[in-house]
């Protein structure tokens, strides 16, 4: 909703507030994560995917029931967001567990890396679509001056039919075939036993040094979701349009899983070198968005504000922090073993969603300006910095499958 959220007022009547609850859904639906992981640990991966891919199912079903109060019509979109956030946990936590599932050890990272990262791409999707799809209101464009409210709201049903559509195409597939396991274990890691859900909370809130690497996730990836779910709301203050809006979040999440997959094969193929790679890419994530938040202070900087100074620094952002994901699934993989994947990576993306949704929670009231959101990026950035250089980085799972191999 971010990327159409001026059609969206005027079609469906959302307020400011409303476009920043629809976001706010999403760290919302990770309230029962810690269901989700246990179902992952004892049940595999069939079960919960089955069980993500119908609330996903019913969630975009809600949103396009044809009811002609515009109240009730909010309540149910409302709904869907919710449940469609509640698939989230199985989502983001799932790449790790099915890399170590299904690949051997030189193959785990990329795995990682692109189970994760499409994720990402559906979201740059939503950018993209969202604004080509459906016509922003007159004053906005002059190319759709004469655009009217039924007019806009009806593009909108069709990319929320066309959404319902394509969940419920992938629920089928993964109805019809999606085995939890291979016949064989691809690694010794994958065959070897895990410890007990209690005893894997118990390891990791212990654990120091999965606590500092926890937290440089957690805080600016939530606070880069937060932010990038509502980019047009930010922008337009700044007549940035939210066809321009759009398309800057999706080159920012394309860039991100190009690269990210690229450094996933780096890793794999130069093993021991992860920490290496997070120190680089934050290190770019911390200058680009301190670029972008500086050039939005054009009354303080005059720094230019152009198209091209956005595209860049919204895009080199977008580029740094999605693609360091997967190196991080991996770091917090190795870093506790033999504590199961779903765990350790379900933690840091519920920390992760609650930075997310103090930050979004603020925003429902803070809603007319936006510099104190802008801040926010580079001081999350440089804080995960500072915690990635303090970090001692350790291989234990790669040690096992390399030693025991030979």
């Known amino acids: 909703w971010g990327p159409i959220q001026n059609s969206a007022r005027l079609a469906f009547g959302f307020s400011g507030w409303d476009i920043a609850l629809l976001v706010f859904w999403g760290p919302i639906g990770f309230a029962p994560c810690f269901f989700f992981m246990w179902l992952m640990d004892k049940k ?7 069980l993500t891919s119908s609330l996903m199912v019913l969630g975009a079903g809600l949103r396009c029931v044809p009811v002609s109060d515009l109240e009730i019509r909010k309540k149910l979109i409302h709904g869907g967001q919710l449940l469609n ?11 790790p567990f ?9 193959e785990r990272a990329t795995a990682t890396a692109i189970a994760s990262l499409l994720n ?24 759709v001056s004469q655009s009217n409210t039924q007019h806009i709201k009806d593009r909108i049903e069709a990319v929320l039919y066309a959404e319902f559509g394509m969940v419920s195409l992938i629920f089928s597939a993964a109805l019809a075939y999606f085995p939890s396991r291979p016949p064989f274990p691809p690694s010794v890691a994958a065959a070897s036993q895990r410890l007990s859900y209690r005893r894997s909370f118990c390891r990791l809130l212990s654990n120091f040094r999965f606590l500092m690497i926890a937290l440089a996730y957690a805080i600016p990836l939530g ?50 070198m992860l920490k290496f ?48 994901v997967p190196i991080f699934f991996e770091l917090f993989v190795e870093t506790v073993y033999p504590v199961p994947e779903g765990i350790s990576c379900g933690v ?49 799972r790669l040690y096992l499958d390399v030693v025991v191999s030979v």
């Open 348 to 396: 840091v993306t519920f920390l992760s969603n609650v930075f997310m949704g103090v930050l979004l929670f603020f925003l429902t009231f803070y809603h007319t300006e936006f510099s104190w959101f802008n801040w926010c990026l580079p001081g999350s950035c440089l804080l995960s910095l500072l915690l990635i250089l303090c970090f001692r980085e350790s291989y234990d």
């Open 223 to 272: 606070v880069f979701s937060g932010w990038s779910g509502v980019l047009d709301l930010i922008l337009t203050p700044i007549h940035v349009s939210q066809v321009d809006a759009g398309w800057i979040g999706f080159w920012s999440i394309v860039g991100g899983c190009v690269v990210g997959i690229a450094m996933a094969r780096f890793a794999d193929f130069i093993r021991g």
């Open 98 to 106: 099915l890399s170590t599932t299904w690949f051997s050890p030189d």
């Open 120 to 143: 990402y791409l559906g979201s740059a999707g939503a950018f993209l679509v969202g604004p080509l799809v459906v016509p922003p209101p007159n004053g906005t464009a002059h190319l």
């Open 85 to 95: 956030g509640l698939a989230g946990p199985t989502v983001m936590n799932a790449a």
């Open 44 to 50: 595999g991966l069939r079960v919960t995917v089955l």
């Open 277 to 324: 790679i997070l120190l680089l890419l934050l290190s770019g994530a911390t200058l680009a968005s301190t670029w972008f938040t500086l050039t939005c202070l054009t009354t303080v900087t005059h720094l230019p504000l152009t198209t091209a100074t956005l595209y860049t620094s919204c895009i080199l952002l977008g580029i740094f922090l999605n693609s360091s």
